[in-house]
């Protein structure tokens, strides 16, 4: 399980003012020293991230932050990162230090947080400085102040921790994962087949992250799994004995596969199943039926959730832009975003292009449809356009059940 892609893991963000004890705490959870601690105020500048398995919720990442009360010009940059940090957060933990108690600050944040659904649990630090009464007044103070439960602990000596543990694994949201990639289209002894082109875009010498995760999908729904490229779909149909449930193809292969697959044999893509299992499928399908409205001259925005080197024919900086242009008649004005944050500015947009969002988790890609859906932006992604694009949208969705549209990028880990 250590192997979990972070992207999978239920993200846990740590906030608190500065010298709360957030770093410290991180330390305390993992039993690792992982976080730099020091006695000076502002200590941790950027977003920090461990892994580790936390029974019996599983899989998770804590991420710890710049305190939120940190003052000047550096200060504010590094409190507008911390509070990033939340798009991507599926729980919080609010540190308050038992020295100086709760205060406005943190009663904000929790408003903040409250806003976002985040499910907080309120941490009492550095117990061990005060007496087990002032303790007991003070995580009442905190609940009463703050408005979360709180449970009292010392990073430093361990006590609490376990509790602390406890409070976390009740307070975990259940929906965090999202729907599955696969496991609920097929039954036990289903065949499913995944079609991957290894071409210039593949990585050398190993499979994607999300071709990996639908084969794990298919295996724990007890089916067969047959992986070819798309140049085997042919042959490989003809050899089998009984049809497969679905075939799933990287995107820019759907329309030489759409020709192959029987009629009545389920057909999508890798980046529509992903669509659906980190996004909103429906805001995604709904972008790209707005494609009929755009007009040259028009702006677009491109979002890439990663920084992967661009080859070639790159699709979000070539391949897309092309297709567009034919298909709106005449060339659009393209902005590229990639990486971590969002675009504050998003009016103007006509249109925004998402890719496969294979590198980030589900919370965070929903943040960023919902930051889009604010500003009155229809968003697509890039398996649904391609899929748009090539006429073959409805054919791709059924096998989901959903007829209102979605898709991905491949770059060095994703999907197209
Ligand atoms: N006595 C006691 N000291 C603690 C405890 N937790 C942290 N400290 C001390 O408090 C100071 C600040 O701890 P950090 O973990 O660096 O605090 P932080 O919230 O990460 O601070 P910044 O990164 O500066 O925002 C260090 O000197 C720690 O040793 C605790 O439970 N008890
Ligand atoms: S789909 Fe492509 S651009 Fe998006 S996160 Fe994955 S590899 Fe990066
Ligand atoms: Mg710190």
């Excluded at 540190?95 to 709760?102: M, Y």
């Excluded at 097929?186 to 999300?210: F, H, M, Q, T």
């Excluded at 930051?371 to 356009?385: H, I, Q, S």
Aim: glycine share 10%; hydrophobic share 40%; charged share 25%.
């Amino acid at each position: 399980m250590r192997t979990t892609p972070r992207s999978d893991r239920l993200h846990i963000a740590i906030f608190g003012k500065r010298n709360a004890g957030k770093s410290s705490l991180i330390n305390a959870l993992t039993s690792q020293p992982v976080a730099l601690v020091s006695d000076v105020p502002g200590t941790t500048t950027d977003p920090v991230y461990k892994a580790m398995e936390l029974l019996p919720v599983g899989p998770v990442v804590f991420i710890d932050t710049a305190g939120i009360d940190d003052a000047g010009e550096l200060g504010r940059l590094r409190v507008k990162r911390s509070l990033s940090v939340s798009n991507s957060a599926d729980m919080a933990l609010l540190v308050v230090d038992s020295l100086t108690g709760p205060s406005p600050i943190e009663q904000n944040l929790a408003r903040r947080l409250a806003a976002r659904n985040l499910p907080v649990v309120g941490v009492l630090n550095k117990s061990d400085l005060v007496s087990p009464e002032e303790a007991q007044e003070l995580l009442e103070r905190c609940r009463v102040e703050i408005g979360v439960n709180f449970v009292a602990v010392s990073a430093l000596t361990g006590s609490g921790i376990g509790a602390l543990k406890e409070a976390i694994i009740g307070k975990a949201p259940g929906d965090w994962e999202g729907p599955p990639i696969l496991g609920d289209l097929v039954k036990p002894g289903d065949l499913v087949v995944l079609v991957v082109p290894i071409d210039l875009e593949a990585p050398k010498g190993r499979i994607i992250l999300p071709q990996v995760q639908a084969i794990r999908d298919v295996l724990d729904s007890d089916c067969y799994c047959v992986m070819v490229k798309e140049n085997r779909l042919k042959d490989a149909l003809e050899r089998m004995t009984t049809l497969p449930r679905l075939v799933i193809t990287d995107s820019q292969a759907f329309d030489k596969v759409a020709s192959q697959v029987p009629v009545g044999v389920g057909l999508t893509s890798f980046s529509i199943l992903f669509a659906r299992h980190k996004g909103d499928l429906k805001t995604l399908v709904a972008g790209a039926r707005r494609i009929e409205s755009l007009k040259p001259g028009d702006s677009v925005l491109i979002a890439e959730a990663c920084t992967h080197h661009p080859i070639g024919d790159d699709i979000g900086r070539v391949k897309i832009p092309r297709w567009l242009d034919k298909k709106v008649g005449g060339p659009l004005k393209y902005t590229w975003h990639a990486g971590g944050g969002f675009p504050e500015d998003l009016s103007g947009f006509k249109l925004a292009i998402h890719c496969g969002s294979c590198m980030i988790n589900r919370r965070e890609m929903l943040a960023r449809l919902s930051a889009l859906r604010e500003a009155g932006v229809p968003v697509v992604n890039y398996g649904v356009l391609i899929s748009y694009l090539h006429g073959i949208m409805d054919r791709a969705l059924a096998p989901l059940g959903c007829t209102d549209g979605g898709a991905s990028h491949r770059g060095t880990e994703g999907v197209i």
